[in-house]
């Protein structure tokens, strides 16, 4: 069984439009991450969340709304999108304690016409 | 600062030639762990190997082997006899113990590697 999944896999949205992102970790983790990939760009950290809590939001526009309800899930809200915010986001967990890595999902590739 | 440096953007190999990716960090902490990932084109981030500071032995796995000096603060990742299926991009990462908050990752800008046949 695939440890982190993500869904969709792909997603096209108007600017206009309300979607979401989902993530599920089966590895027994406690921390979750979403992460933002854009062509040409490093990789860039959005989110991370640490027994259900948000403790670090990287200067992130409103229009992404990450939600957390459990352990296991993850879920980033997307509306009012622009078009560069086109690109790959990847979840990733891991244990919270220092120095474990992390594993990452297959990511979802969201195009913003 | 950037706290993990690959220089190398782009590498081209032909197969069966070997490579090395380089990797230079900058921290603080004397607790950290050192990490290298494979993107291939499908787009997941692989997991490959983990390094804590305090254990500076080179690792084989394989075709892969992992150079990690302090003194240069360099940790370099070295694929033997190169394959097709090794093209990819590569990022080494960071976290410390103290410096970051949860377990965070601070990635470099990843080496896009090309063997070709």
């Known amino acids: 069984e695939t440890g982190v999944t993500q869904t969709p896999r792909h997603l096209v949205m108007g600017m206009t439009n309300k979607k979401s992102l989902k993530c599920e970790q089966h590895l027994g983790h406690n921390a979750m991450y979403w992460y933002k990939q854009s062509a040409k760009k490093p990789l860039e950290l959005m989110f991370v969340y640490s027994l259900e809590e948000r403790v670090e939001n990287n200067s992130v526009p409103s229009r992404f709304s990450p939600e957390c309800p459990n352990s296991s899930h993850l879920f980033l809200h997307l509306h009012t999108l622009q078009p560069e915010d086109s690109a790959l986001y990847l979840c990733?967990?891991?244990?919270?304690?220092?120095?474990?890595?992390?594993?990452f999902g297959p990511g979802t590739r969201l195009t913003v016409l | 600062a950037q706290k993990v440096t690959q220089a190398q953007t782009e590498i081209s190999v032909v197969e069966k030639e070997d490579v090395t990716l380089d990797c230079v960090y900058e921290?603080?902490?004397?607790?950290?762990?050192l990490f290298w990932y494979k993107q291939p084109p499908s787009g997941e981030l692989v997991f490959l190997i983990r390094?804590?500071?305090?254990?500076?032995q080179n690792e084989i796995s394989g075709r892969y082997s992992w150079n990690f000096q302090k003194s240069t603060s360099s940790f370099n990742f070295t694929i033997t006899a190169s394959q097709v299926v090794d093209s990819a991009v590569y990022f080494c990462a960071l976290s410390e113990e103290r410096g970051s908050t949860l377990g965070r990752l601070y990635f470099g800008r990843g080496t896009q590697l090309t063997v070709w046949p």
């Open positions: 390094r804590n500071s305090f254990d500076e």
């Open positions: 990733a967990s891991s244990q919270v304690e220092g120095g474990h890595e992390q594993f």
């Open positions: 921290t603080r902490d004397t607790t950290y762990y």
